[in-house]
């Protein structure tokens, strides 16, 4: 499901809203913009029942260049992380 999938499967469940798609537009946003945003700032963010976004640093290490084999320099990076909730495990693993 891509983002704008999302934003239209949410306007159309709640038509009753009366909402326009512009707001489900900006709300979709705004979350993956707050939760960039805490990622950033080194902050964890939990989503009872679906999951908890993290940062974990990756260590400098040296790496190969694959069309040469010279070997290069890897900087120190951070990257995020995604731990399934309890909830969401159990529905993907029923039966």
Known sequence: M???ELIQLLAERHADQHLYHRDYQRVVNRMFTEISDALAQGDR???RGFGAFSVRPRA???GR???TGAAVRVDRKFLPFFKTGKELRERLNSE
């Open 2 to 4: 891509t983002k704008s």
């Open 45 to 47: 963010v939990e989503l």
């Open 60 to 62: 400098a290490r040296v």
């Open 65 to 67: 260049n694959p069309r």
